[in-house]
Nanobody, 118 residues
Framework: QVQLVESGGGLVQPGGSLRLSCVAA????????MAWYRQAPGKQRELVAS???????NYADSVKGRFTISGDNVVNTVHLQMNSLKPEDTAVYYC????????????WGQGTQVTVSS
């Protein structure tokens, strides 16, 4: 079994910064993709940013230039540095771990609340 433990959420004023972290523990193989998704009330879950085992990154248009994803394959951690936060960034943020090679798997964290409000 694999567990993803997130930390770093909270309440921040518009224009502020937060750093989310996620640690994956358990039976994890190499060549994983890790990512952050978010879900706001009444909306579908959406991809925020992803990073492959090779270090390639991908961002949603809405966060480009403001958010930075980074990871460490050795200890299976991923971070999301969020700067210039906006009220529309308010959501529950979920850590995601997936592997497409055999054996394939997908795991989700429990979610951490990020609230941007004055």
């Amino acid at each position: 079994q694999v567990q993803l433990v997130e930390s770093g959420g909270g309440l921040v004023q518009p224009g502020g910064s937060l750093r989310l972290s996620c640690v994956a523990a358990g039976r994890i193989f190499s060549s994983n993709t890790m990512a952050w998704y978010r879900q706001a009330p009444g909306k579908q879950r959406e991809l925020v940013a992803s990073i492959s085992s090779g270090g390639s990154t991908n961002y949603a248009d809405s966060v480009k230039g403001r958010f930075t994803i980074s990871g460490d394959n050795v200890v299976n951690t991923v971070h999301l540095q969020m700067n210039s936060l906006k009220p529309e960034d308010t959501a529950v943020y979920y850590c995601y771990l997936a592997r497409s090679s055999i054996p394939p798997y997908t795991y989700w964290g429990q979610g951490t609340q990020v609230t941007v409000s004055s």
